[in-house]
């Protein structure tokens, strides 16, 4: 990776956006942790140089629609202080850049999350970068969903985990529910969501021992574009065939097809 760019002096807007997360997001990052979101930044933007990481560069947006974006999410969990409290062990699925997963553990200092993606590079790119921001309790790790599922190490084990910009949703169920705890819990990011959609991943769900608990809609505070954050709980074991061969979930489904 090259060397990041010295962080440059926060623009007036930036701050008055620090300052509505307080009112947005009910939380609001301590200076240290605002210093760490400005460092992603500049990492991020040095290795767009040589990888397509992102194509959101401004810095106003990309503190909207990377950063405020990827913690909306948390706030299903419940109140700040409860989740910050907790020591999730926690899995962002398809991480890409490391979002949500690496402002997720920035905010909540006491999990460990494991940001899986199956490009080496990306995840060779998060490794560095979890080094510079000195984020040891996070690891980054070159996988398929669908391999790590099955890992009997790390299948089970989690209470928490995370999916952005992946796949359908039912898709996203079945990479994230077999990695869950029973009373473990999933948060898939959406832009736009349907009925129709609810009602395939609902019979997706019923398969993998998951029920959906909440659908929340929000707007983003600066473009107001229109999100939905989808919680999901693990309620049985996911049965031993999830999640299935790689490749197989995106091509076939599951929910589609009541039969199936």
Not at 193 to 211: C, F, I, M, V, Y
Not at 239 to 246: E, H, K, L, N, Q
């Amino acid at each position: 990776m090259k060397k990041a760019d010295p962080p440059a002096s926060k623009p007036p807007e930036l701050e008055a956006l620090w300052s509505s997360w307080l009112v947005d997001l009910g939380w609001q990052p301590s200076e240290p942790q605002q210093q760490q979101l400005q460092q992603l930044y500049s990492l991020v933007m040095a290795g767009n140089r040589t990888q397509n990481l992102t194509r959101i560069t401004d810095p106003i947006d990309f503190w909207e629609k990377h950063l405020w974006d990827s913690l909306r999410g948390l706030r299903l969990l419940g109140s700040w202080d409860e989740i910050q409290a907790q020591p999730w062990r926690g899995i962002d699925i398809g991480t890409g850049a490391g979002f949500p997963g690496i402002p997720a553990q920035i905010a909540l200092p006491q999990a460990h999350f494991t940001l899986l993606d199956s490009s080496q590079r990306k995840i060779a790119f998060v490794q560095e970068v979890l080094q510079q921001l000195s984020l040891a309790q996070a690891r980054a790790v070159a996988q398929r969903a669908e391999i790590w599922g099955q890992d009997p190490q790390e299948r089970g084990s989690y209470d928490l985990a995370l999916a952005r910009a992946v796949a359908a949703a039912e898709i996203c169920a079945e990479y994230c529910l077999p990695l869950l705890k029973v009373g473990g819990r999933a948060i898939l990011y959406r832009g736009h969501w349907t009925e129709a959609e609810a009602q395939t991943l609902k019979r997706a769900l019923s398969l993998l021992g998951g029920k959906l608990i909440h659908v929340e809609a929000f707007t983003t505070p600066h473009s107001h574009g229109m999100r939905h954050c989808l919680l999901l709980e693990k309620v049985a074991p996911t049965p031993a065939c999830y999640p299935r061969p790689p490749g197989i979930p995106k091509r076939q489904p599951l929910g589609q097809d009541k039969r199936r």
